[in-house]
């Protein structure tokens, strides 16, 4: 593997150029330690007409409504134009499709708990509740056994 690091002032912000022959597991565990690294990663989203800057580690869960992806912390909601798809895409590995209306944040998941009236997940230290479709579900149960 070759290394190549580029200093340039002109940017405003980093970027990271991985170029490889096939994509491998070995490469998608690259981009995820470089994505964990990156801590101080964050979008800008909206609310009440004003624009904030927030840090990804703070979100919990990103949900579609009537046309609008509302975007969720412990403390606040905001707003964004991007669809869901395309947040999606954008995304670190922690962040998982848990319904088709909804993403969220594998390391802010407190519990996941099966029922007959549905799959609940609950946050840390948020009051905050989303649920999981049937067809997610055990998915996001690997998931998170992995992360232990």
């Known amino acids: 593997m070759k290394i ?19 994509r491998t597991a070995a490469v998608d565990q690259l ?11 964050q979008l800008t989203f909206s609310w009440h007409g004003e624009n904030y800057r927030v840090n990804l580690t703070d ?4 949900e579609a409504s ?14 964004t134009g991007q669809r869901l798809y395309e947040l999606a895409a954008d995304l670190p590995p922690q962040f998982m ?5 909804a993403i969220l944040n ?16 609950k946050f840390q230290n948020s ?4 649920y999981v479709s049937r067809r997610y579900y055990q998915a996001l149960k690997r998931a998170l056994e992995e992360k232990g």
């Open 4 to 22: 190549h690091v580029e200093v340039d002032p002109e940017l405003s912000d980093s970027e990271v150029t991985i170029r490889v022959p096939a």
């Open 31 to 41: 981009v995820a330690a470089i994505h964990a690294a990156d801590t101080t990663q």
């Open 59 to 62: 979100i919990l869960f990103f």
């Open 66 to 79: 009537d046309h609008q992806v509302a975007v969720h912390t412990a403390t606040a909601m905001y707003t």
């Open 97 to 101: 499709r848990v319904s088709k209306s």
């Open 106 to 121: 594998r390391t802010q998941v407190f519990s996941l708990t099966r029922s007959v009236t549905g799959n609940l997940v």
């Open 127 to 130: 009051h905050k509740q989303l």
